[in-house]
């Protein structure tokens, strides 16, 4: 199975900058589609960033601008890059990947990011 395991995570003000990583092994399938997600505690978890071969890269609204995708396929690690961050990017980073098919889908733990004004 595929493992996944992202870091990067912490406490920033707003306006600040982090950047997360997502390291990806076990069975993994090329090519292949990777996704960011986050959600706060009670809340709809959201698709902040995807990247794929056939479609490329799509950002939600909310983030477009200030967040950026990229991936190192050398190491199978994701990045996104955080920049200009504000309060309400407050909540937990889920990567996720996702086989070629779309039948098969790893998640790893999350990682905390908070966003104070």
């Known amino acids: 199975q595929v493992h996944v395991v992202e870091s990067g995570g912490g406490l920033v003000q707003a306006g600040g900058s982090l950047r997360l990583s997502c390291a990806a092994s076990g069975n993994i399938f090329s090519p292949n589609a990777m996704a960011w997600y986050r959600q706060a505690p009670g809340n709809q978890r959201e698709l902040v960033a995807h990247m794929s071969t056939s479609l490329g890269t799509y950002y939600a609204d909310s983030v477009k601008g200030r967040f950026t995708i990229s991936r190192d396929n050398t190491r199978n690690t994701v990045y996104l890059q955080m920049n200009s961050l504000k309060p309400e990017d407050t909540g937990v980073y889920y990567c996720?990947?996702?086989?070629?098919?779309?039948?098969?889908?790893?998640w790893g733990q999350g990682t905390q990011v908070t966003v104070s004004s």
């Open positions: 996720r990947y996702e086989s070629p098919d779309s039948n098969i889908y790893a």
